[in-house]
């Protein structure tokens, strides 16, 4: 799907250009994998933990690092649309909550951005 980011002030292509479908699927496998894992570990794999787990860790690296241990991964990050400042507590609130419903995720704009990424005021976008 081609990308407006005209609108975002991004670039089309390269650093700093919205992160593609490949990043964002092996960014969101990581993340699941890990959660998974600490689940399976801690709580006999039980699917509550593994959701409280995933929104606890994406929460957590989203205030501190503006980016989840699989968007490090794989080569991307979090920015605020409005401002060139960390995403902050309540926007990585509102983007887990979004996330974890799953269907915000599924719906995209003509910017390339999933509707809890619109909705948090949020982008990902590649750092390589």
Same mark, same amino acid.
Request: proline share 5%.
């Given at each position: 799907?081609?990308?407006?980011? =005209? ?11 919205? &992160? ?6 092996? &960014?969101? =496998? ?19 933990? =593994? ?70 005021? =949020? ?6």
């Amino acid at each position: 799907m081609p990308q407006n980011t =005209t609108r975002l002030g991004l670039p089309v292509s390269g650093p700093g250009s919205l &992160a593609k479908m490949p990043r964002r699927i092996l &960014a969101i =496998t990581i993340d699941w994998g890990c959660a998974r894992l600490m689940s399976y570990a801690f709580f006999g794999d039980d699917n509550l933990a =593994t959701l409280l787990i995933f929104s606890a860790t994406q929460y957590i690296f989203y205030v501190f690092v503006n980016a989840s241990l699989g968007q490090l991964v794989a080569g991307s990050r979090l920015i605020r649309i409005d401002k060139p400042i960390a995403i902050g507590p309540w926007k990585s609130l509102v983007r887990v909550a979004l996330l974890v419903l799953v269907i915000p995720v599924a719906v995209w704009d003509a910017d390339g951005r999933g509707l809890h990424d619109k909705l948090a005021g =949020t982008a990902l976008i590649r750092r390589s």
